[in-house]
């Protein structure tokens, strides 16, 4: 409890120290804004450049749906081809979609590898978030509900994000979480989407709502294939490697001439990404390597001069009988204040300047996961400074006290 | 006078080393007893050790030789963590030049001492609030120490000492920043407090404070001179 009182007074008396407190705010604050921008950067490249970029994806043409087991029979020809053409494949992963009725269709993903799918992935989300749990699911924006009773009234209601809809066949039902909506633009699949309604749903959900209508996983359709190529999505070496393995599906759908064994698909893979591309990237992550070094010598500096500053009173408090742990919390308090003050203020001013620059989409805000990492990274440069302040006040005599000036 | 023992320093003594071979004798086969409610003057010139007795006999400091015993017990065998609880239990200490803490307000630095304490904000304010009564400064409670005159810090300083009602307070040179006429309101201060029950320790050359003592140990050269009541 007296602990916490220490910790809490030295927070609130941080900003009593005008100065001191401005300065380093202002230290803090160029840093993180340093290090979130880079790390929105990463973020991006990620999610809308890169990952697409490590993978081949297969289509079924428009005008021929694959069924569940004309897809199995090309992606086993294509797995084979570790073999019998020696190239490294390192993941794959079907989609697929299944009419539960006239009205209702649902999409497969897999939550577990939300960027496998060029269609509808994370950056395609307009509201919500993307499904993270097996009973949340998507559905595109603008879709809605309809209900007709016996007298020829109609209701029209919208499906709103955070609505549960329940489906129900006799004594079991299924219980699914609208969590977002994504841009129906994205995918390239016609489908009249004011009279159907379309579901995203995780592929093991998927198969238990097929199973709640007694029907059977092999009547599926198939509307993509995705498999990934290993290696550093930074690096070109993994760009020859899938295009070396697009070369040999595109070889062997045109031997797989029957249709109606393997279905009809078009394979295509992301272009490579230029040599500037590459060395952007490269640059983006240099410059966070030194944005988190130049942090860490300056967080370590800030320590040094707070434990020179204060040198004076931590001896005074000593003397009045602060144990070390409680002086250590002065000091924290401190540090901790400051850094996430400054913190706020960077983050603050890189949301600007991409709202500015982004024209206020949500797209350009950072995303959760960046502001997270950020954050964290913000703690581990503010540590190698904690630790230095917690060995410079062991060594401070509380007899300095009565050193007079 | 009560004849309780607070402070009992037999043979005391304190080397510094300076530099590699030179010993300094700051301090030389003291010995002293020292009585509950008592104002003990530590008077001598600069350098004679009255700051270096002051820093053993609080436990800011080890004695090279010699025992202090605390209500009878021995603190120069006490390790640091000890003397940190022994400190902040039984000592208050009052500076020449104040050592408030400049952003703490006259209120804040009263109360700062039993920041780390269990003892419950409200009472801790309550507690505060009649020590800066008591030390004339209630209208001074939210000025920070570069608004206060020399002689209201050092009120604070001294009302910092007693808010945990200490044994024993230490006060080196407390006079010795201030006029004459402030030097001797800080005494007569420091009387009343004493005549409350705590022993007051004062270490001056400043000879006109004499008259506030019960007991005089002269000091010169690191030695005790003579002791006079
Ligand atoms: N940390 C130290 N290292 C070396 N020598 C010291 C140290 N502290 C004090 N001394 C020496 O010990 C002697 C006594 O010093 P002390 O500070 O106790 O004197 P004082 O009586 O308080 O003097 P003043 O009235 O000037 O404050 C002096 O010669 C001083 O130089
Ligand atoms: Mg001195």
Not at chain 1, 306 to 320: D, G, P, T
Not at chain 2, 125 to 146: M, N, V
Request: aromatic share 10%.
């Amino acid at each position: 409890m007296g602990l916490l009182r220490v910790l809490g007074k030295s927070i609130r008396f941080t900003f009593r120290s005008k100065l001191r407190f401005i300065v380093f705010i202002i230290i803090f604050a160029i840093i993180s804004s340093f290090v979130a921008f880079f790390i929105n950067d990463i973020d991006d490249l990620q999610t809308n450049r890169f990952i697409d970029q490590k993978a081949v994806e297969m289509e079924e043409i428009s005008e021929f749906s694959v069924n569940y087991t004309q897809a199995m029979s090309t992606e086993n020809d294509i797995l084979n081809l570790e073999q019998t053409k020696n190239i490294d494949i390192e993941d794959h992963t079907k989609y697929l979609y299944y009419d539960l009725d006239t009205s209702v269709r649902m999409y497969s993903i897999d939550i577990a590898k939300p960027w496998m799918s060029s269609k509808i992935k994370p950056s395609h989300m307009e509201t919500g978030n993307f499904p993270s749990e097996a009973n949340e699911i998507m559905i595109p924006t603008g879709s809605f509900q309809i209900w007709n009773s016996s007298n020829n009234v109609t209701i029209k209601s919208d499906i709103v994000v955070g609505q549960t809809l329940i489906f129900e066949n006799g004594e079991e039902s299924i219980e699914l979480l609208v969590v977002g909506t994504f841009n129906t633009n994205e995918i390239a699949i016609p489908l009249n989407i004011n009279s159907e309604l379309w579901m995203v749903v995780d592929i093991t959900t998927f198969e238990e709502m097929v199973d709640l209508y007694d029907g059977d996983i092999e009547n599926a359709y198939v509307y993509s294939m995705t498999f990934t190529v290993p290696g550093d999505v930074l690096s070109r070496e993994t760009y020859f490697a899938v295009g070396e393995l697009n070369d040999l599906i595109e070889e062997l759908l045109v031997n797989q001439a029957d249709i109606s064994i393997y279905g009809n698909w078009r394979s295509h893979y992301a272009p490579l990404p230029t040599q500037e591309a590459i060395d952007e990237a490269d640059l983006i992550i240099l410059s966070i390597q030194y944005a988190i070094l130049g942090g860490v010598l300056l967080s370590t500096m800030f320590a040094y001069l707070i434990s020179r500053f204060r040198r004076n009173e931590i001896s005074i408090l000593k003397a009045m009988g602060y144990a070390n742990r409680y002086v250590r919390a002065t000091l924290i308090g401190e540090i901790l204040t400051t850094s996430f003050v400054g913190f706020i203020i960077g983050l603050g001013t890189v949301q600007a300047r991409l709202s500015y620059v982004g024209d206020f989409r949500q797209s350009s805000l950072l995303s959760s996961q960046s502001i997270l990492v950020s954050f964290g990274l913000i703690v581990v440069i503010s540590i190698p400074g904690m630790i230095f302040v917690s060995q410079k006040i062991l060594r401070i005599s509380p007899s300095e006290a009565f050193r007079t000036k | 006078m009560s004849l309780e023992v607070i402070l009992e320093a037999e043979n005391l003594a304190k080397m510094y080393k300076r530099g590699r071979s030179e010993v300094v004798r700051a301090l030389e086969g003291v010995n002293v007893k020292m009585y509950a409610a008592e104002l003990i003057l530590l008077y001598g010139p600069s350098g004679s050790g009255k700051s270096t007795m002051l820093n053993l006999l609080s436990g800011l400091d080890n004695p090279t030789e010699g025992t202090i015993k605390f209500m009878g017990e021995d603190i120069s065998e006490f390790s640091e963590k000890k003397l940190t609880t022994f400190r902040r239990e039984n000592v208050g200490f009052v500076f020449q030049d104040w050592k408030l803490i400049p952003n703490l307000n006259a209120y804040e630095n009263v109360e700062a001492p039993m920041y780390p304490s269990n003892m419950p904000s409200n009472e801790l304010r309550t507690e505060a609030i009649s020590t800066l009564r008591e030390l004339d400064l209630l209208d001074r409670e939210h000025h920070f120490p570069g608004e206060l005159s020399g002689g209201e810090q050092q009120r604070v300083a001294i009302a910092r000492a007693i808010m945990k009602k200490p044994k024993i307070i230490f006060a080196d040179e407390p006079t010795g920043n201030l006029d004459k006429t402030t030097g001797n309101l800080i005494m007569r201060v420091l009387k009343r407090v004493c005549r409350q029950g705590t022993t007051v320790i004062v270490a001056t050359h400043n000879e006109e404070l004499k008259d506030y003592a019960d007991k005089i140990i002269y000091l010169d050269d690191g030695k005790m001179i003579s002791q006079s009541q």
